[in-house]
């Protein structure tokens, strides 16, 4: 199971960046998937996820109106398109997949994360 990040950087403040995360190693199209973040010394946040088949999608409050997951099913990526970055923003984004029985976790993974810097 490999879940590959790409796409993170350098950006300034009011920047945009788009992140990648291409899965392989499991059947993509069953799990749903999230983006989380995290700054050392602080826990994980959720920034946004997207359903199986990416019917509903739900973001952190911090980055609604600003950032937008998308997936595409026959090419196992998720996405997540960041406009308006700000330095608060700062931190390094994992890709998480989560395979879900009647709203139970059965199992997840989670990629080695790429560093978004927002910096002038």
């Known amino acids: 199971v490999q879940l590959v990040e790409s796409g993170g950087g350098l950006v300034q403040p009011g920047g945009s960046l788009r992140l990648s995360c291409a899965a392989s190693?499991?059947?993509?199209?069953?799990?749903?998937m999230s983006w989380y973040r995290q700054v050392p010394g602080k826990e994980h946040e959720l920034v946004a996820a997207i359903t199986e088949a990416g019917g509903r999608t739900n973001y952190a409050d911090s980055v609604k109106g600003r950032f937008t997951i998308s997936r595409d099913n026959a090419k196992s990526t998720v996405y997540l398109q960041m406009n308006g970055l700000k330095s608060e923003d700062t931190a390094v984004y994992c890709c998480?997949?989560?395979?879900?029985?009647?709203?139970?976790?059965?199992?997840?993974?989670w990629g080695q994360g790429t560093q978004v810097t927002v910096s002038s």
């Open positions: 190693g499991f059947t993509f199209s069953r799990y749903t």
């Open positions: 998480n997949a989560q395979y879900r029985v009647s709203g139970v976790t059965i199992r997840t993974y």
